[in-house]
């Protein structure tokens, strides 16, 4: 199976934004005298940050508002340049678009933070349709936002890939009858991605290409 269109995450996915909001989270428990690794932290990411907050304000029995405060005051200080996409993932999505398919986005995060990396690493350009947390659809792994993208675009769905690292995207995408590809993460016990990558590069053997970067031709 080739797909044309990919429906990528964006956190984790296209772009390595958790290192950053690991450290802010750890220092912002220092700060206060408690103490966290880092590898708990992003496990706690796996699923979404509004419950990592919740586990931690729980645990250590923090003021929720006043936490957010904290690491709000590190993610501050923290530029574009430290939020680079991942490897092979702008080569990808640029070479999905010459061969006449199409990269989309659905994102739990918010719109302004969303262009401003895009654009800051020249990617915004790169999207057919990007949907945020602004327009109001339901986190996934609720599928809407999906099958949003899928019907506004006539997309059809045996050519659509879902492409994320956690399982709520996994989920999603299987709720909205396409096919998912897990990337960087292992597949937990109740969820079944139909792929599973290590490295962006890995995608290109699924997608309809007309030519790689040397010319030779690919799969159709």
Not at 20 to 42: C, F, K, M, Y
Not at 89 to 114: K, P, V, Y
Not at 190 to 199: E, G, L, Q
Request: some cysteine; aromatic content about 8%.
């Amino acid at each position: 199976m080739t797909f044309r269109y990919l429906l990528w995450d964006f956190d984790g996915t296209l772009f390595d934004t958790y290192p950053p909001l690991v450290n802010s989270i750890q220092q912002a428990l220092t700060e206060i005298g408690q103490h966290i690794s880092a590898d708990r932290v992003r496990a706690l990411l796996s699923d979404t940050l509004s419950d990592t907050i919740d586990t931690l304000c729980v645990e250590f029995g923090l003021e929720r508002e006043a936490f957010i405060e904290r690491i709000g005051h590190y993610q501050a200080a923290i530029t574009p340049a430290d939020r680079p996409p991942f490897p092979g993932a702008l080569a990808i999505c640029e070479r999905l678009n010459a061969a006449g398919g199409a990269n989309l986005l659905f994102t739990h995060r918010d719109r302004n933070s969303l262009y401003n990396l895009l654009n800051w690493h020249g990617a915004d350009r790169l999207f057919l349709d990007i949907l945020t947390t602004e327009d109001g659809y339901p986190r996934k792994p609720d599928p809407a936002g999906f099958l949003a993208l899928i019907e506004r675009h006539a997309l059809p769905r045996e050519q659509v890939l879902a492409v994320g690292d956690r399982d709520l995207d996994i989920l999603a995408g299987r709720r909205a009858g396409i096919a998912t590809c897990l990337f960087n993460a292992a597949p937990s016990p109740n969820v079944t991605p139909d792929y599973v990558i290590a490295h962006l590069d890995e995608l290109a053997p699924l997608l309809c290409l007309d030519a790689d970067s040397d010319g030779k031709s690919t799969q159709r």
